[in-house]
């Protein structure tokens, strides 16, 4: 395929077949197919093959070839022969005795072989008896290198000291005495550069999966017969024992059944605190065990672990999502067959007032050459370019032109909590004393003891003090807490359940906040409770008012519980909440949003947030967050501020209006040259000036865009 309408082709043809419904994705170059029994993928694959292009079912873990790494070769190379031939047709001071026929050589290497794929894409689609802009650019190169070497060859144009003189009179010429080879060349050389940048973005496209399996643990210790053995995860099997020690990752997804810890399911659920597990609880694989050893029994593997349905949603919702396409492309179902017809009708037309068949051919070849679409083929990657330029000076990274389109029409924009509007990093958010006691102290005495343990919540409160005192006969009782000596003093610091274990009377504390609470307690009584929690971003609360001027919805999503979630949006001015989703909950939002008519962008960074990222039209990642999540947007976000969420918007946006006003004047320039071209009234000079006007026209408007601003620069 080399455009989407090649993709809207093959869809057309396959569910033309009884019983079938399919979506052919053009930037993962897969199709999707529902059918019937009775159908079978020979069948199908057949369809493919005779609607002209080729299928094969899909192999795990097949390597694709790079197209941009073969075509960045290819561009480079049609830059560096075209701006010769380019400037020494343009510029008469440049003409040396010859230099036509140096310019045929290098332009037959850039139309006929760098330029190859558009003539066999236009042959393909001929045999079909269909158009796109790849017929264009083939029969306007074609026919403005052929007639230039039947010009040099059977008229004038190939005298040794022939000159192209400056002569912008709209008047009949000589066409036998000029050559279009810098059209040809200026067109093949621009749209490869196009393709270049489409290729780049398409082939980030099976990124996300590739991130996906990296999550997951290489190599788990296996427990037979009472030892262990390191083996490779891909041989575990339902129903094994795997050992887990902190710091490493759940080989599986199972039950614990030995052990006691806080494991790290953030990347996986999005649940921003460490979850107590002990015997009988669910462990997801991915997660990451803190503290103490586990032994864990594998009830899903392989494919049917959590981690591989996430990584099959963000597949299904990459293929499920229709890739917009091109406005060029969308043009030219009606913009090339007209274009031909005109020249068809040009040559008739001089041929019946009885123009000789030279001048009737060079107007109907001139209609071509000036439809042909330079500045067309420049439109988009120049203001790309630019537009994504600026974008990576402040940290936004856009994959293609498609995402702007869908930027443009977001409507909806839904949030992660962990991690995209917070942090996900623990710290005190609030200390609660009791009477005659300071804050200080009671901070002092928690971070002495919770020195001892590796639990996030007790490195939290061990980082808010500047320095901790020796702790003695430090004692760990896992998921409840911890106590020791404290310059002679016995001191406990745990949860409340832990606290009220030591029959201390009970502190009536003024209210429930949001967070882990851990008790201080001290031989004869509570001291005081400390208050853990995820931190908010400072910039989410401007980030999302300055979203809602921009007309868009905000909706939180969150893996917390719902007084969590709630406490959270109301304090960044987010009114619509959903908590407690799984990542599987995520993608069904994003669907019931979709599904009541809005186009949706997500914003995420866990494992967690993949699927959902992919589901959504528009999916924004978080650049700190994991290689899934960033793999799976469209645009990546490498600030930890949530403006530049806000600035992706405006950008997108930016860009796409600047794309648009390229394309109207590009197809402006060529649908008022071709009556000229028509009249037999345009010389290659005026159409090489104009040409040349066009393209400076677009690069100019496109370099406009180097002038955005970001919101937190103003």
């Not at 332009?107 to 003539?119: C, K, P, Q």
């Not at 899934?628 to 976000?637: E, K």
């Not at 100019?700 to 002038?707: C, V």
């Amino acid at each position: 395929m080399t455009c989407a309408s090649c993709a809207a082709r093959i869809e057309k043809k396959l569910n033309k077949v009884d019983g079938v419904i399919a979506t052919v994705n053009y930037s993962t170059e897969k199709a999707t197919v529902e059918a019937p029994p009775g159908i079978s993928t020979d069948r199908l694959i057949e369809v493919v093959t005779q609607a002209g292009y080729g299928a094969t079912m899909p192999v795990p873990e097949a390597v694709k070839a790079d197209e941009a790494a073969e075509l960045k070769p290819r561009v480079l190379w049609a830059f560096a022969l075209s701006i010769p031939v380019v400037a020494v047709s343009m510029l008469p001071v440049l003409q040396f005795p010859g230099w036509q026929w140096v310019a045929l050589v290098l332009s037959a290497v850039v139309v006929l072989w760098l330029g190859r794929n558009f003539h066999r894409a236009a042959y393909v689609n001929a045999r079909h008896g269909t158009t796109t802009m790849d017929t264009l650019v083939s029969m306007g190169t074609l026919t403005a290198f052929a007639w230039s070497v039947y010009a040099m060859v059977f008229g004038h144009a190939g005298m040794i000291g022939m000159k192209h003189e400056f002569s912008f009179d709209l008047a009949q010429q000589d066409a036998l005495g000029f050559i279009y080879f810098e059209a040809a060349v200026t067109i093949i050389s621009f749209l490869l550069l196009g393709r270049y940048i489409e290729a780049r973005a398409k082939s980030e496209s099976g990124a996300a999966m590739r991130a996906l399996l990296e999550v997951g643990a290489k190599q788990a210790s296996l427990l037979v017969d009472g030892e262990e053995r390191r083996v490779d995860v891909k041989t575990l099997r339902a129903g094994d024992l795997i050992v887990v020690r902190p710091g490493e990752k759940v080989a599986a997804d199972g039950v614990v059944v030995e052990g006691r810890s806080a494991v790290d399911a953030s990347i996986m659920t999005g649940e921003s605190l460490p979850v107590e597990v002990e015997p009988g609880t669910d462990v997801v694989g991915g997660s990451v065990n803190t503290t103490g050893r586990l032994v864990v029994r594998a009830t899903a593997v392989g494919e049917q672990s959590q981690l591989a349905r996430i990584a099959r949603m963000v597949e299904e919702a990459q293929t499920g999502k229709a890739d917009v396409q091109r406005l060029a492309d969308k043009v030219s179902g009606i913009f090339v067959p007209v274009v031909i017809a005109i020249s068809a009708l040009t040559l008739a037309g001089h041929l019946l007032v009885g123009h000789g068949v030279t001048m009737s051919l060079s107007a109907a070849i001139a209609v071509l050459i000036i439809a042909c679409p330079c500045a067309l083929g420049l439109a988009t990657p120049s203001a790309l370019m630019v537009g994504t330029g600026r974008g990576a000076q402040l940290g936004i990274v856009i994959r293609g032109p498609q995402v702007l389109e869908r930027a443009r029409r977001v409507q909806t924009i839904a949030f992660d909590k962990t991690g995209t509007i917070t942090t996900g990093q623990m710290s005190v958010a609030r200390v609660d004393t009791a009477e005659s006691v300071g804050r200080d102290e009671l901070l002092e005495l928690a971070a002495a003891v919770e020195s001892g343990s590796e639990h996030p919540i007790a490195q939290a409160i061990v980082a808010s003090v500047d320095q901790n005192r020796p702790v003695e006969d430090f004692r760990n009782t896992p998921g409840r807490g911890v106590e020791g000596r404290v310059d002679g003093r016995l001191v406990y610091a745990g949860s409340p359940a832990y606290i009220a274990a030591l029959g201390h009377p009970a502190v009536e504390w003024p209210d429930a906040p949001i967070g882990s609470i851990v008790e201080v307690a001290d031989e004869s009584r509570v001291l005081g409770r400390i208050v853990v929690a995820d931190t908010i971003k400072p910039s989410a609360a401007r980030a999302i008012a300055q979203l809602k001027d921009l007309g868009l919805h905000p909706v939180l999503l969150s893996g917390d519980n719902e007084r969590t979630a709630r406490a959270v949006a109301a304090e960044v001015g987010i009114d619509e909440v959903r908590a407690g989703v799984t990542p599987e909950g995520k993608v069904d939002v994003i669907k019931e949003l979709q599904a009541d008519g809005r186009q949706v962008a997500m914003v995420g960074d866990g494992v967690n947030d993949a699927a959902a990222i992919a589901q959504a039209d528009l999916g924004i990642a978080m650049g700190t967050g994991t290689d899934a999540a960033i793999a799976a947007g469209d645009i990546t976000l490498m600030r930890h501020d949530l403006v530049a969420a806000v600035d992706a918007v405006r950008l997108s946006r930016a860009t796409l209006r600047t794309i648009k006003s390229n394309l109207v004047w590009a197809f402006g320039y060529n649908t008022a040259a071709v009556p000229l071209a028509a009249l037999g009234m345009l010389t290659p000079i005026i159409a090489g000036a104009a040409m040349a006007f066009s393209s400076v026209f677009v690069v100019l408007n496109s370099l406009r865009l180097r002038g955005f601003r970001s919101i937190a620069e103003r």
